[in-house]
C-alpha cells in the first residue's frame, strides 16, 4: 500500500523554463518530507526538505511546497538546467529523527530537461 | 560525499545460491540502512541497524537477512536468492545531527537468473 504517490513517471521540460514535481501522500501523520534526486548508477542524494510547521521551503533554485489539506507536496526548479535531468523521489516520515525507520518513498519521477 | 562503499557493484547469481552485500561506511555513523529499489515501488526499507549487532527488520525483509560486527560494515545476506530479489540494493547512513537525512552508496544491481 503505497503511502507516499508519484503520479506522474516522467516529466519533459525546456532548459530555463519551471519545473514542477508532484507528489501525493495518504498518511495524515507524516510531518517531514524530503526530495531526493539520483542520477543513473548513482544513489540517491538528497535535495530539500520541508517540516509541517512550514508551507515553502527554498533553497536556490529548488523550493518545496507543502499543502497539508490537501496532502500534497511540489517540487518547483527554477530554472531548469540539462544537469537536472534524474529520477526524482519524494519521501515522508512522521516524527522523522536520525536513526528512525520510518521513511516512505515515492515511485520517483523521471525528469528531462531538454536544452 | 559520505563515505560509503557497496560491493560488488554489479552481480549476477543463479536462483538458490546464496549472496552477500556489503556496506562500508568511513564516517563511524551509527544508523546504518538497506533498501531495494524496484520500478513500481520507490525505495523500501529491508533492515536497519542502530548499532553494532543491532538490528531490526524493515517493510520487506522476508528472505533477507542482515549482520553487523564492526560500526563501518552492514552486511545483507540473501540465504537463497529467488527472481523476486533481482532488484537495485542501496545502502544508506544518516548523519549525526537531529533530522539528518539518509545518505546513500552508489548502489549494487543484482540479478537472480
Known amino acids: 500500500d503505497q503511502q507516499v504517490k508519484q503520479n506522474s513517471p516522467s516529466l519533459s521540460v525546456q532548459e530555463g523554463r519551471i519545473s514542477i514535481l508532484n507528489c501525493d501522500y495518504t498518511n495524515s501523520m507524516f510531518d517531514y518530507f524530503l526530495w531526493y534526486k539520483k542520477y543513473p548508477a548513482e544513489g540517491p542524494t538528497f535535495l530539500i526538505s520541508i517540516s509541517s510547521i512550514k508551507d515553502k521551503n527554498e533553497d536556490g533554485r529548488f523550493t518545496v511546497f507543502l499543502n497539508k489539506s490537501a496532502k500534497h507536496l511540489s517540487l518547483h526548479i527554477v530554472p531548469s538546467q540539462p544537469g537536472d535531468s534524474a529520477v526524482y523521489f519524494c519521501a515522508a516520515s512522521h516524527g522523522w529523527r536520525t536513526g528512525a525507520n520510518n521513511l516512505f518513498f515515492g515511485t520517483g519521477t523521471r525528469l528531462t530537461v531538454i536544452p | 560525499d559520505a563515505g560509503i562503499t557497496q560491493s560488488p557493484r554489479h552481480k549476477v547469481t543463479e536462483t538458490g545460491t546464496p549472496v552477500t552485500l556489503r556496506c562500508h561506511q568511513t564516517?563511524?555513523?551509527?544508523?546504518m540502512y538497506w533498501y531495494r529499489q524496484d520500478p513500481g515501488h520507490g525505495l523500501r526499507l529491508i533492515h536497519y541497524?542502530?548499532?553494532?549487532?543491532?538490528?531490526d527488520k524493515g517493510e520487506v525483509s522476508d528472505g533477507y537477512s542482515v549482520s553487523r560486527s564492526k560500526t563501518e560494515d552492514f552486511l545483507l545476506t540473501l540465504e537463497s536468492a529467488t527472481s523476486s530479489q533481482t532488484s537495485v540494493y542501496f545502502c544508506a547512513i544518516t548523519g549525526t545531527k537531529n533530522n539528518s537525512p539518509l545518505h546513500f552508496g552508489n548502489g549494487t544491481r543484482l540479478t537472480v537468473t
Open positions: 541497524s542502530y548499532g553494532v549487532k543491532d538490528t
Open positions: 564516517e563511524n555513523h551509527r544508523y
